[in-house]
Nanobody, 120 residues
């Protein structure tokens, strides 16, 4: 059973915060590292953050200091805490799984369906 299910998206005012979650199936959680991507209309999918099994994280420059990726390994839940949101952060956010902590779309094998974030 291979599944990634995102939740937590919504509409928020600029400067506000949202916390995204991704339920990760056991099959994926045992073998893969996790990442968050986002895609705004008309734009390419962009890697936002990833985390490896030591808790080491990597972020795209535009979210450093504002976003925090974390993982509850006991519950197989990946989270993305997003603070001080701007209109540039509005997008559909996807969780993904790869054999390494990477922000490269092509390196990720599994994808969720996404959750939408709107910033007004």
């Amino acid at each position: 059973h291979v599944q990634l299910v995102e939740s937590g998206g919504g509409s928020v005012q600029a400067g506000g915060s949202l916390r995204l979650s991704c339920e990760v199936s056991e099959t994926i959680a045992r073998r893969y590292y996790m990442a968050w991507f986002r895609q705004a209309p008309g734009n390419e999918r962009e890697g936002v953050a990833c985390i490896d099994n030591t808790g080491t994280t990597s972020y795209v420059d535009s979210v450093k200091g504002r976003f925090t990726v974390s993982e509850d390994t006991a519950k197989n839940i990946l989270c993305l805490q997003m603070n001080n949101l701007t209109s540039e952060d509005a997008a559909t956010y996807f969780c993904a799984a790869a054999y390494t902590c990477t922000l490269k779309e092509s390196h990720n094998q599994y994808w969720g369906r996404g959750t939408q974030v709107t910033v007004s």
